[in-house]
């Protein structure tokens, strides 16, 4: 077994120098029963929107510190070891930025190595050591409460997970070793592999720990103090811990064979062979049902090390930096400062779109909302609709009663436009058609101010031709959400040449009020993540054509990571409109996107795609089947898939040349964030750089040099 502290990781820290290092401030606590207990308190210095994180300086601060703790130990003079955080924040995992400057496959060892030796001697300091989880644990962070020998969470806490795989890694402090042996292999598989395979999935402080991640868990109002108490009680042995869910020989046996079988059948059929953190991470916990924890930390060892090293983990954190940085800067926004205050929105149109704006702009802006459209019925079943979600959210605890009865007082309904002349924000969420909405502005902009603002929510329409009919054509925006509107992160803020900076710039501002990532696009069909999803059903659509089956076209797309196939986003978004989407973009570029009979034929149907109990795709219905018309040549997964790849190579370098966003890292992060293109791959275009795409049919990569790992 690998011998720690043999091992010289000065060369490590040296490379670590701008490292921001979370502290180790110690406290002793004089329990109730006399005993002492030694708090440890990680702190970076930094307030709660810098996170603690983890680097090679910090790690070396937090073992010196334990080397005195254990001293102390050994002469009597503690009974125990406990770490918490900062204000809600207990440790958002290693420092990833810093990491990924020292992905040498050396550095990754060394890294991996380091964390092991440190977290490890939580287990090991000669007196019991705790975890009290006072806030968000991710990663690395919850890898010192695995490490503990007890556990307590804050039932507050913002978020508690294992997101490695989601970046291309494995948990690689212990977290593969020992979350498996403490909850057992169904519940493991769940955290570090599922949930990080759902968009990155986090669990509620009551999730973790009804899984038994945690012993006991205490609200904030007094949880430092619940925690001291209970661990005050632990140790005089009043308190008798019991986890239920730690697995047994015969599960061992048994169970987790059975269950490591079925998740790799899960990972073969969803995500294909091609991103290695999944199978390295499945691996890992296949091989922690036996032998020594030492022998498992040696494994996560060289797994990290591998993965820190690969091109997924490098094009992860290219991702990454986006979603972080870019993100939070749009490229082109006008000086907020030319925003217009909003004191009050409107919203044309009582639909479920409509109701999800409706909802969102009253929860984040907290000013009125007024909805109205062609009938009273139709206004108040929207409304109404309004008040039944706002009563979810209070039912789950997220909003107080007061906060409701507020919401719901401030959202109104009216077939009266002249009820919107307060208004400074007015939205559109009507028929995609451009008469439609041209009638509905036109109507509206005889009751609302000259320097109110107005906005569309088209998915693929002119923004100028909506406009066009305008007396103030300078005031409207394109404002694309992504559904579902309070889930998905994206808008697209879409400027026509007439629009003005403060429109524009007002557009911004309330998008990050919203709690939303705003992303800059010209004004062109399809605008960014439509135009090239437009690409992949498409592609999808002709393989149909010409006579290939469902489940092979569905099984072609596999290699490129997305959160679904495309017949079955088709089906989520609705086969109307993807029909109609694929109309518009055919009609303005006819050599470029492809219109398939097949896809108006299916949006007819009700429910054109057959699903087993679990809801994969199986096939066609039989009323699906009778409308297709197919062709005698199908395409193999791999002729799809090379097909699919070239079009949206081409089609990003058009765009680019088009000037839709000024440069390609705006067209990986807006797919990142609403078409969910996983970080593994880097969005789109590391991708197409590393499978020869951009080379083949883009005139070369997009990347110089390509986003890789190092070897």
């Known amino acids: 077994m690998t011998d720690y502290r043999t091992i010289d990781f000065s060369d490590l820290e040296a490379a670590s120098a701008d490292e921001v290092v979370t502290h180790s401030l110690v406290s002793d606590v004089t329990l109730p029963s006399g005993r002492t207990l030694a708090l440890i308190t990680l702190h970076n210095g930094r307030d709660h929107k810098r996170p603690n994180t983890i680097g090679p300086l910090t790690l070396r601060e937090l073992n010196e510190t334990l080397d005195r703790l254990a001293a102390r130990a050994a002469k009597g003079e503690i009974d125990a070891v406990a770490v918490t955080g900062k204000p809600y924040i207990f440790a958002a995992g290693a420092d990833l930025s810093n990491i990924s400057a020292l992905s040498t496959r050396d550095f990754a060892l060394k890294i ?164 290695l953190s999944p199978y390295r991470a499945l691996d890992l916990l296949e091989q922690a049902a036996k032998g020594t924890k030492e022998a498992g930390f040696a494994r996560e060892d060289e797994a990290l090390a591998d993965l820190i090293s690969s091109d997924e983990f490098a094009a992860s954190m290219y991702a990454f930096d986006l979603v972080q940085k870019r993100a939070k800067r749009p490229v082109g926004a006008p000086d907020k400062d030319l925003a217009r205050p909003v004191t009050k929105v409107g919203v044309i149109g009582a639909g479920l779109m409509a109701t999800q704006f409706a909802l969102l702009f009253v929860r984040r802006l907290q000013v009125p909302v007024v909805i109205t459209d062609v009938s009273a019925e139709r206004v108040e079943k929207g409304v109404a609709s309004i008040h039944s979600e706002i009563g979810k959210l209070e039912d789950k605890g997220r909003i107080d009663t007061d906060t409701a009865n507020r919401l719901r007082s401030l959202v ?91 429109a524009v710039s007002t557009a911004y501002v309330i998008a990050r009020k919203l709690r939303k990532n705003a992303i800059g696009s010209a004004d ?85 795609l057959e699903r087993d109990r679990k809801k994969r795709i199986t096939g066609w219905s039989k009323k699906a089947k009778k409308a297709i018309t197919g062709g005698s040549s199908p395409a193999s997964r791999e002729e799809i898939l090379r097909r699919v790849e070239d079009e949206l190579a081409r089609e990003i370098r058009v765009m680019l040349d088009e000037g839709v966003v000024p440069e390609v890292e705006d067209i990986d992060l807006a797919l990142i964030l609403g078409a969910g293109w996983p970080f593994i791959d880097g969005g789109a275009t590391a991708y197409l750089d590393r499978v020869g795409a951009s080379e083949r049919a883009a005139g070369g990569d997009f990347h110089t040099p390509q986003i890789r790992g190092v070897e």
């Open 112 to 275: 991996a190595q380091r964390g092991h030796q440190v977290l490890g001697r939580l287990a090991d300091l000669g007196v019991p050591s705790f975890s009290f989880v006072n806030g968000l644990a991710l990663g690395g962070g919850l890898e010192i409460a695995l490490n503990s020998t007890y556990r307590t969470i804050d039932s507050s806490a913002a978020a508690i997970a294992l997101p490695e795989v989601f970046l291309g890694i494995v948990p690689g402090w212990g977290g593969a070793y020992l979350l498996p042996n403490l909850i057992g292999i169904e519940n493991a598989l769940e955290v570090i592999i599922s949930n990080p395979l759902k968009q990155n999935r986090t669990l509620k402080p009551q999730q973790a720990f009804d899984l038994g991640i945690f012993d006991a868990i205490f609200s904030p109002a007094s949880f430092l103090e619940d925690s001291l108490a209970w661990a005050d009680r632990v140790l005089t042995g009043e308190e008798k811990v019991e986890r239920s869910n730690t697995p047994g020989r015969i599960e061992r046996a048994t169970k987790w064979p059975a269950a490591i079988k079925i998740a790799r059948g899960m990972l073969d059929n969803r995500i294909g062979p091609m991103p």
């Open 412 to 502: 109104t309904g009216t077939t009266d436009k002249a009820d919107f002349a307060a208004c400074d924000f007015v939205i559109e969420a009507v028929f995609e058609e451009t008469s439609v909405k041209q009638d509905v502005f036109r109507e509206i902009e005889q009751f609302v101010a000259e320097d109110a603002i107005l906005a569309t929510n088209t998915s693929s329409l002119s923004v100028e031709e909506i406009g066009s009919v305008l007396a103030h054509p300078e005031r409207l925006v394109g404002f694309h959400f992504f559904n579902p509107v309070a889930v998905m992160p994206l808008v697209e803020v879409v400027r026509t040449p007439q629009a003005s900076d403060e």
């Open 524 to 608: 062109a069909p399809g605008f960014i993540v439509n135009r090239l999803l437009a690409k992949v059903m498409g592609e999808a659509a002709r393989a149909i054509d010409e006579g290939t089956a469902l489940t092979e076209v569905e099984q072609a797309f596999v290699p490129l990571g997305l959160p679904m196939g495309p017949f079955e986003l088709i089906d989520l978004v609705g086969w109307k409109v993807a029909a109609h989407v694929q109309d518009t973009m055919s009609s303005h570029f006819p050599d470029r996107f492809y219109s398939s009979p097949n896809l108006h034929a299916l949006a007819e149907i009700d429910e054109p």
